[in-house]
């Protein structure tokens, strides 16, 4: 029954030797001084880039440009074995608690974000209770929206962070299969203006408008639906409605008298990672059916299903993974770029920013010790060709080595192509990615030095027949899992998000201070300088000789 789901953490989590004393880190780091060399004539070989691939889920991903060798790989396996890996996402997908600091307040949860598509076949993970509620909420989704029909058109979006980057992201991937016309607008920042652009010209009548919010009490989420309920109350619209919410069992938005329905998520799914779960399922069976959306889950379970294997060659999540860890800690790179030559990922790069940064982003480990190594890069990317035309002149003649990883789809999407001096659209787009690789690796020798190329910049190559519903819910498990991975090597807590607590408070003391102005009152409780930057920014219009409008 929905609402009941216990947490069925126990047991103690697996203890497995600090990263930096491992054997293998520290022959990997001796290694790293005389690591492949890109450049060298001879080295990148067809049959380096052909034998230096894994398959998966409808994925290949190509690691003959990764600055490796066979005994770096070797290693790299060895590291995930030392660190125990595989063991702690199988403790991930029993449902057991993986995050947590242990010695330390914190939070004690699982994250079993693999519950929310294991509903094919054999069941991967083992906590029936929370496979139910999964199912639960999945029948929920398939109904409501079998019977809403075509009653709406039109979709007001409100969610932030977790519970809109990733849901954006897959949304705009898979704009292709939406039925027809079907739209959403997004609204998660708190600024005024993103929700004012999106109600003018939207016909409210035809709107169906989706609160989501795991706490149900985001400041940001909270205010932006108390203006679209004012938005349809003054069009003269019941906003019950109209409104549907998405949260956690109990919260102030699980009220079935303010909506025409509330979908349910639990606190085993983590924001980030919610985009399986309902969060993504009220936008994609709204604007493209529950078919799709299940096909997106299909191939997502998929992937989980390779992350439980033990070999590196065989689990796409652990080697992507592992090769990141080889740049960031024994290469020493400090970003990674993710290029998807496909316009339909565009917001796949900003997705992943938070993925990556908000889990792994941490400077202690899971017994709050402080950790003497690096751990998430700086992770960035737009979409190629265009990234091309903007920052790639960096990527290859830089001072920081940046590892690329490219994403890129045999076949486009919608089919439509056009021939243009011999060649499609289509093969033009893959042959500007395979340059790009090449160019990274292999460099360019020239007397002059401004067009001098070094080289030996590494990259991956993850490749697909074509983004369908199925390989995009593959790359999203596939970098969901990678991200954890990242975490278990660096024995960090990459469920938790201590670090935007601290500006978060500092925002509640000013608007505090900001309300008690509009009021005629003073609040001293934000620091003065705090209050000194109020003061300025009220200035403002006068400092610039603006004659303030009176309110
Ligand atoms: C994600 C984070 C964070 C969260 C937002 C929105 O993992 O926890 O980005 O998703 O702050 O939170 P609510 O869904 O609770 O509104």
Redesign the pocket.
């Known amino acids: 029954m929905a609402g009941t789901y216990q947490e069925s953490w126990k047991e103690p989590f697996l203890s497995p030797p600090r990263f930096e004393v491992t054997r293998s880190a520290k022959r990997l780091a001796e290694l790293a001084k005389s690591a492949t060399n890109l450049s060298v004539s001879g080295v990148v070989t067809e049959e380096r880039i052909a034998s230096m691939q894994s398959r998966g889920a409808g994925l290949t991903m190509l690691y003959g440009f990764q600055r490796v060798d066979q005994e770096i790989l070797r290693e790299l396996q060895a590291l995930a074995e030392e660190r125990q890996v595989v063991p702690q996402m199988q403790a991930l997908f029993a449902g057991r608690s993986v995050n947590f600091i242990e010695g330390f307040d914190s939070e004690r949860r699982a994250a079993l974000h693999p519950a929310t598509r294991d509903v094919f076949e054999q069941a991967i993970t083992s906590d029936l209770s929370a496979r139910r509620v999964v199912e639960e909420e999945l029948q929920k989704l398939r109904t409501f929206f079998g019977e809403i029909g075509n009653s709406y058109d039109t979709m007001l979006f409100i ?7 990733g849901p954006h992201a897959i949304a705009d991937a898979l704009t292709c299969y939406n039925l027809p016309s079907r739209k959403v607008h997004y609204i998660g920042n708190i600024d005024p203006d993103e929700m004012t652009a999106a109600l003018r010209g939207t016909d409210l009548r035809k709107t169906l408008v989706a609160i ?7 400041l ?2 909270a205010t932006n639906e108390a203006r679209a309920r004012q938005a349809f109350q003054t069009a003269g619209l019941d906003p019950k409605q109209h409104f549907i919410a998405v ?2 069992p109990k ?1 102030p938005m699980d009220d079935l008298s303010r909506y025409r329905a509330v979908f349910h998520l639990f606190d085993f799914v ?5 985009s399986t779960s309902v ?1 993504g399922g009220v936008l994609i069976c709204f604007l493209a059916g529950a078919t799709t959306f299940f096909e997106f889950l299909d191939g997502a379970n998929q992937m989980d299903r390779l992350a439980l294997r033990l070999d590196i060659r065989d689990n796409l999540p652990l080697l992507l993974a592992l090769l990141s860890v080889w740049n960031r800690n024994f290469l020493g790179f400090p970003t990674v770029a993710v290029i998807p030559y496909s316009q339909a990922l565009r917001r796949f790069p900003a997705h992943l920013q ?2 990556e940064m ?2 792994n982003g941490k400077s202690v480990d899971r017994y709050g010790r402080r950790i003497p190594y690096p751990t998430a890069p700086v992770l960035w990317g737009e979409p190629g060709t265009n990234a091309q035309h903007s920052f790639f002149q960096l990527l290859h003649q830089g001072t920081d080595v940046v590892p690329v990883e490219f994403i890129g789809f045999k076949d486009s999407q919608y089919g439509e192509d056009c021939m243009y001096n011999g060649t499609s659209s289509q093969d033009k787009l893959l042959s500007n990615l395979f340059a790009q690789a090449l160019a990274l690796a292999l460099g360019h020798d020239n007397e002059n030095p401004n067009k001098y190329f070094s080289g030996n910049r590494p990259s991956t190559l993850i490749l697909g027949q074509k983004l369908d519903a199925k390989t995009l819910g593959a790359l999203l498990a596939l970098y969901e899992n990678k991200i954890a991975f990242e975490g278990f090597l660096w024995g960090i807590n990459s ?1 938790d ?1 201590e670090g ?1 607590q601290l500006g978060k408070g500092l925002a509640e003391q000013l608007i505090a201070v900001c309300r008690a102005r509009r009021e005629g009152r003073e609040d001293l409780s934000a620091s003065a300088v705090g209050r000194r930057l109020l003061d300025i920014v009220e200035d403002i219009g006068s400092a610039h000789g603006i004659v303030p409008k009176s309110r």
């Not at 983590?270 to 919610?274: E, L, M």
Request: one cysteine or more; hydrophobic letters at 20%.
């Open positions: 969610g932030i962070g977790g519970s809109e980057l989501v919010s795991k706490s149900g009490s985001t940001e989420t949260t956690s919260t983590g924001g980030r990672f919610s969060v938070q993925c908000e889990s469920f998000q935007v």
